[in-house]
Each structure stands twice: as C-alpha cells, then as structure tokens.
C-alpha cells in the first residue's frame, strides 16, 4: 500500500498515542518494549500487519453473563509467521478489557510478554500491539466484552417471546474485535475451535460444527470450524432455543414460539442446498442449518457458515420471502466460500449472491417470480443511483476513509447481480455457469480483491472467448459511477408486473373500482410493485377505502406492511400510524425502521412522534439499528 497523507497522519497518531497511553500495565517485559508505530494494512479497516504474521487457528475458551452482558475467558492464537524475524503482532480490538497477554512457549509454558492498547480510533478501535520473542508461534490473551459491545446484543428475558434472555452476535464487517481481540479483516483467514459456557437453561450455538439438537445439561458447549473463515463470520447465540430438523443436512434453531412456523416456511432449504450444488459444486460446509432470531435483529440475514441467522420478519406463511434464505445459502459459495478481501470489493461476495440467490428461486418458483424480483431490484436500483453520491455508484468503492458499514448499500448488491446478469447475457448461460464453478473452485477458501477476480475473468473469459466482451466493458461495469449503457441489454421486464400497472392506472382514473381489481391473483411481489407505484399518491380517505377491501393494515406480510406504513405516513393516515406504532416497538430490522423513521423526521408532522416512538424502542434494538434510526431523526451525525 502507498501511504497517503492521510495514512501518514493516522499511523503518526498510534504511534503519538501509545507513547503516551498505556491503558493497563504491561506484564514484566522479558522481551524488548514493542515497537510502536502502527498502520493501518493492506486493509484500511485494520491494524493487522497480516502479510507478515498471521493467525492461522484460534482457541476460544468464554464464559457468557447474561446478567451483566459479557463474554470473558481467553483466547488462544496460533500464528503463521510469513516474515519470521517480524516481531511484532498487532491485532484489532474494540471496547474490549485485555487482562493479560502471554506468549505460549513449544512446551505450553506461559512466557510473559509485552504489550500495548493504542488509542482510540473510534469505530476501528484500538491497535493491541504485542512483542512476538523469537521462537513463539502461539499467544494467549485474556480478556472480556463489555456490555456495550458494538457485535452483540444482549435481550433481557422481557424482550424476547420465550421470557428467557437471548444473545446474538452480528461481526459483519468489523464487529468481531468487540468480542475476540483478533485480526480483523476479511483478508486473514483461520479455523477455530471454541469452548463456550452459558447458563443452564439457555442453549449456546456457534456458526461451526458441534451445534446440538438439544440444549444439554452442563451448560458448556464445544464448536469446531476447520474450514478457514474470515473474522466477520465468527458468529454465537445463546437463548432458549429448540430445533426442528428440516433435511438430512439442514434444520432450524428457533425460540419455542417461532419454531413451528419456521420450520414450515423453511422445509424447502435441504432442496436449495441441492439446487446450490448442482449449479455451483459441493457444498463444502457439512450441515446447513438456520437460526431465526428474533424480530430485533437488525438485518435480513447474515450468511454465518454452517448456521445462517434469518430475521423472523420473512416468515410470511407462504414461502413468498424465500429469496433471503436463498440469498444467505447462495453466501456458501460466494463470500464465504471466495470472499472479498477488503469491504472495496464487497460487490465479490454480494452481487455474485444476488444472481446465484436468482437462479435458486428461477428453480424452484420459475421464470414469472423470478423477472418479478428482477424488476423490484431494478428499480429500486436505479432510484438508488440517482441520489447516491459520485463515489457511491460504482461497483469498486473507496471506503478507505469511511466506516465499513457505508459498504452496504444496493449498489454492491443489485449492480453487481447485474453485472452477473450482463455476462450470461454476453456468454450465454452455459459458458458463464462453467466459469462460475471454475472461479468458486480455483478461490476456494481464499480472500480476492476485484483485480484478482479482472484478472481470472480476462484470461477465462474475454481471452478464452473471443468477440463476446472487452476488457474495457468490464472495466466500465467495476470502476465508472452509474449503470453503463450496455445495462439496457439486460433490462428485466415483468408481464405480470405490466398487468398491474395497468389495472392501477385504470383505478386511479375511475375506469374500474377497488372491488374489481384480481388482487386474488396477485403474487407478493405484484402487490409490491402495486403500492410502490402509489408512492405519494394516496390521501388518507382513499386509504381508508382500500384497508375496508383488503385488510393492508392487518397485513402479515412484512414487505407489504412495510409498504403500507410508508404510504400511511405520506397520507398521515391514522390507523397506519398506530399500526407503525407498534411495529417499531417490534421490529429492528434496519431494512424497515431506517426508510421509516428517516420518513417521519421528513414529514411535517412526524419527527417528535417518531423521536417519542423511538426512545421507548431502543431498549430492544441492536446497536446498529439505534445508530441507523438516530441518524435518520438527526439524533446523531
Ligand atoms: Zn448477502
């Protein structure tokens, strides 16, 4: 990496601040003071010095406290040394107590060592710089969470629907160092193994083998990954939970109250799995199974190896919102499987999983549902790009100097999905699915940066074959702002989509009344399309009407509730507001109470309700949500 100004300014800080702080006293240094001045790597989003030394496995050994919040015990790193007279670790960390560092000699002995907290840099934390003696490929740390910790969320027993607390982590994408000091950036990868203690009545389960089907009796549970994952993978739970099995391979983790309605909605994953490997290769993982978590957790999915969390809010009763689950399987291959080795490069991981997340569905609900998801993405696409700043629309972006988090956006997701689109297009179907299985297999287990991925797809694809697309084509897809021209090639159209425009037009100009819309015939999505083409059109009479035909307000699927509370705000219409109400009580999935809160701080009359609403909410929201909602109010920059 060439050091701009900027990385010049903050490695002259580190160094400025652990010459001045120390923030714990050392243990006697039997080894030299370390060495102090820290860069950010490789990685914008790390101190890691990786390309010198390496965690290659980790031994967790916690102990949950569920009452005061915490994970504490040690944690074991066994390191690779690529540089090997580098003496110096440096791992990542985030409002997290280190109590002792130890090198581990050959023979177990504890050697102890010095070492380091940097100062505080904000969301990335503080560096814990470690002096490696010669010799030692193993470190101990001890340490503890705190009850802030930005990766978890602790639930007290009054916030969850089996009476019980619950816990959850979220990593992604920098999330891990606030419970495991650790290397945190998706280009270092490991296996780990893990010994968790929790209380009795609570079940704990991790994203890596040794899940049980049933909560034991001791308490302690034992968790192996021995396939390398990155850290924003690293994922625990622990909470009253059950489990219904739903193929050899596949099952779910659910509280009691959830578990019957999941397991119904989800019976189809064993065959998504089957689906995902005939296109794309084994599945490499072992088991597949879900955990529902409940309705605070702040996004969709998060595609945690082995045990994918799912909010409980595409629980639909029809299987309509299966694309989430199709979407976090898909992550099997592409992300977690090939992985984007800085969150630049996110679009590896998330635009390949829109487009395998299609093909999963075009399998199992055909062409119509798929053009119709197709369509809502392109639109939601291109409303996106028109407000998105310069430097958001691209499929490449630098975040060097911006939280990760602002990495997640629909840009990676849909613009890359059809970039993927675009290339079937250009190479046709069967050219581009060996390709595809070609890339996840020759990556496999590895982190890659969009060059890699330019480089194998010049070599696999515009050189061996000719006339199809150029360099420069693809070059415009990763790095110019906006969809190029060659998008329109691809441009999704629905018929079922077209109906509706049709029958809405003739509705809003009296042709035909509310009674003789087919909404009996409408798909999810159709409705989708219905009540996004409303969008500031309705006032609250014309509501009320249309609640008195079809029971929007009572509606059970979230996707079209959602959209009605949009509408409801628009129309200041009042029972969609108390139904708001209540969802926002419930509901923390950023996907929904961000659009809405930041729709009530934009309306003339909603903000301080919305800020009322939101201070009684935000006990049960993740840290995340409460940050994305307290932006939306202007609570917060
Ligand atoms: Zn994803």
């Known amino acids: 990496m060439t050091a701009s100004p900027r990385h010049l300014l903050f490695s002259l800080s580190v160094l400025f601040l652990l010459t001045a702080c120390q923030s714990d006293d050392p243990a006697p240094a039997l080894s030299p003071e370390p060495s102090l001045r820290v860069e950010v790597g490789t990685d914008p989003h790390s101190f890691a010095e990786f390309e010198r030394v390496h965690i290659r496995h980790m031994r967790l050994d916690l102990d949950a406290d569920m009452n005061r919040r915490t994970l504490s015990g040690h944690v074991v790193l066994d390191l690779e040394r690529p540089v090997p007279g580098f003496q110096r670790l440096v791992l990542d960390t985030r409002d997290l107590d280190i109590r002792d560092v130890n090198a581990v000699r050959p023979d177990g002995t504890f050697l102890p060592v010095s070492w380091r907290l940097g100062a505080d840099h904000g969301h990335l934390g503080q560096p814990l710089v470690i002096v490696l003696p010669q010799g030692i490929e193993q470190v101990r740390i001890d340490y503890a969470s705190r009850p802030e910790a930005f990766g978890l969320q602790w639930l007290d027993a009054a916030q969850t629907s089996s009476g019980k607390p619950f816990m959850f982590s979220q990593s992604q994408p920098h999330y891990a160092r606030t419970w495991v000091p650790l290397q945190d950036t998706p280009?270092?990868?490991?296996?780990?193994?893990?010994?968790?203690?929790?209380?009795?009545?609570?079940?704990?389960?991790?994203?890596?083998?040794?899940?049980l089907f049933e909560r034991n009796d001791s308490g302690e549970y034992h968790f192996e990954m021995p396939e390398p994952i990155p850290s924003y993978l690293m994922a625990i739970a622990i909470g009253d939970l059950v489990f219904a099995e739903t193929g050899p391979r596949s099952g779910i983790y659910a509280e009691p109250e959830w578990i019957e309605a999941a397991a119904a909605e989800f019976d189809v994953l064993e065959e998504m799995i089957d689906i995902g490997e005939d296109l794309y290769g084994p599945y490499r993982w072992g088991r597949y199974d879900l955990l529902v978590l409940p309705p605070s957790f702040p996004f969709g999915g998060m595609e945690n190896p082995r045990l994918s969390y799912i909010t409980p809010t595409i629980i639909a009763g029809d299987g309509s919102l299966l694309g989430l689950v199709a979407h976090e399987l898909a992550h099997s291959w592409s992300g977690n499987l090939v992985t984007n080795a800085a969150w630049r490069d996110l679009w590896l991981n998330e635009g390949f999983t829109v487009y395998f997340e299609a093909r999963i569905m075009e399998r199992l609900y055909g062409t119509d549902v798929r053009d119709q998801l197709a369509v809502l993405a392109w639109d939601g696409l291109n409303e996106t790009l028109q407000t998105a700043d310069e430097r958001d629309r691209q499929l490449v972006r630098d975040l060097s100097d911006r939280d990760p988090e602002q990495a997640f956006m629909r840009v990676p997701y849909d613009m890359g999905r059809f970039f993927i689109d675009w290339l079937e297009h250009r190479y046709g179907r069967e050219v581009l699915d060996t390709f595809l299985r070609q890339y996840f297999d020759?990556?496999?287990?590895?982190?890659?940066?969009?060059?890699?991925?330019?480089?194998?797809?010049?070599?696999?694809?515009?050189?061996?074959?000719?006339?199809?697309?150029?360099?420069?084509?693809?070059?415009?897809?990763?790095?110019?702002?906006?969809?190029?021209?060659?998008?329109?090639?691809?441009?999704?159209?629905?018929?079922?989509?077209?109906?509706?425009?049709?029958?809405?037009?003739?509705?809003?100009?009296?042709?035909?009344?509310?009674?003789?819309?087919?909404?009996?015939?409408?798909?999810?999505?159709?409705?989708?399309?219905?009540?996004?083409?409303?969008?500031?059109?309705?006032?609250?009479?014309?509501?009320?009407?249309?609640?008195?035909?079809?029971?929007?307000?009572?509606?059970?699927?979230?996707?079209?509730?959602?959209?009605?509370?949009?509408?409801?705000?628009?129309?200041?219409?009042?029972?969609?507001?108390?139904?708001?109400?209540?969802?926002?009580?419930?509901?923390?999935?950023?996907?929904?109470?961000?659009?809405?809160?930041?729709?009530?701080?934009a309306s003339d009359w909603g903000r301080d309700w919305a800020v009322e609403v939101y201070q009684r909410a935000r006990p049960g929201y993740h840290p995340l949500t409460r940050q994305a909602a307290e932006r939306a109010l202007g609570l917060t920059d």
Request: no cysteine; glycine share 8%.
């Open 442 to 601: 020759y990556f496999a287990f590895r982190s890659i940066t969009s060059e890699d991925f330019l480089d194998y797809a010049r070599e696999h694809l515009i050189e061996a074959h000719p006339g199809r697309a150029s360099l420069a084509e693809f070059e415009e897809w990763l790095y110019q702002p906006g969809l190029p021209d060659t998008a329109q090639e691809i441009r999704p159209r629905s018929d079922a989509f077209t109906e509706v425009d049709g029958w809405r037009e003739n509705w809003q100009t009296g042709v035909v009344g509310l009674a003789e819309l087919p909404v009996a015939d409408w798909s999810v999505h159709q409705w989708r399309h219905f009540l996004i083409g409303l969008e500031g059109l309705l006032d609250a009479g014309t509501m009320a009407a249309m609640d008195e035909q079809f029971a929007l307000v009572e509606q059970q699927n979230y996707e079209i509730l959602f959209l009605w509370l949009m509408r409801s705000i628009e129309a200041e219409y009042t029972p969609g507001i108390e139904r708001l109400e209540s969802f926002l009580l419930e509901v923390g999935r950023n996907k929904f109470t961000q659009p809405l809160y930041a729709a009530l701080a």
């Open 187 to 211: 280009a270092v990868r490991y296996t780990f193994e893990a010994t968790v203690r929790g209380p009795r009545d609570l079940m704990v389960v991790m994203g890596a083998a040794g899940n």
